[in-house]
């Protein structure tokens, strides 16, 4: 066993096993998830910051198509997390959970030591004494039905654009590292996280009155074939999305990633492997709210 220390603004971060494999497919090692997460932290933490962190974490790996490693969701902080990592405590109906807080680069290291590929929040902060706070941006989740993919949710994304902008909302269109999209507008903080999904539910089911043979406002799966599903209940306060410059616990290390509009408008638009998701961070594109 091996292990790696990393310089992470003036402190060390122990990677053990840097070499250890978690996407069989590419070859992309723990070292690889933690230096993305490093080279990412700048564009990233800002998605995340103060906002209670559910890790997706794939202790083995994400397997191969045949044998998928396996996976779980931890909200709770377990006792060997390092005491740097910013913390709060949040209060559900039957019990209370510590969350991390993703507030800077070294908890990113940490999150790849211990083979976080996810990082999922909500829509809203916790207040420095931990009080939730109304949400900061409201969220819709585009998911492709049977027989749909991307190319069918990029042209509901540009309707959901539209139906945003007729309401005075900038939008943000982010294409998930898995089958479909996200697209963000930003929230003033007036809007509780029940009134965001209500304002979210308005949006979806005008879509579908105008595009009933493209879209779906409503849960039930077999009312999706050939259909693009648009999830506004994403924005209630217990949901959280997967955050914009997360990997995904896919056979490839894919991305969720901020597009900007005139990419989703281009024939051939594909999800995002890391190393093009590091060439363009690189290279300053970061399309923003
Ligand atoms: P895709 O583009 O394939 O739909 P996605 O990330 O949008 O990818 P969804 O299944 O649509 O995946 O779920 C939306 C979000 O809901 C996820 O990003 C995740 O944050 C959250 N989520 C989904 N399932 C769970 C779960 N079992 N536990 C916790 N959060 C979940
Ligand atoms: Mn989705």
Redesign the pocket.
Known sequence: MSAQELEVDGATVRLTNPGKVLYPESGTTKLDVAMYYLQVAPVLLPWAKNRPA?RKRWVDGVGTEACPGKSF?QKNLDAATPEWVQRQRVHHMDHDNIYPLVNDARTLVWLAQTATLEI?VPQWKLASDGVPQNPDRLVL?L?PGEGTGLSECAAVALLVRVALAQIGFDSLPVT???????VYARLDGQKTSGEAADLAHELALSIEHDHPEMVVSRMGKELRRGKVFI?WS?NWPG????APYSL?GRMLPTV?VPRSWDEIDQVGLGQLAYREVLARVEAGINPGL
Request: charge should be neutral; glycine fraction near 10%; aromatic fraction near 4%.
């Open positions: 559910t969701f999922h989740d998911d998930s590292g898995s089958k479909g999209m996200h999830d994403q949901k959280t999305t997967v995904r969720a």
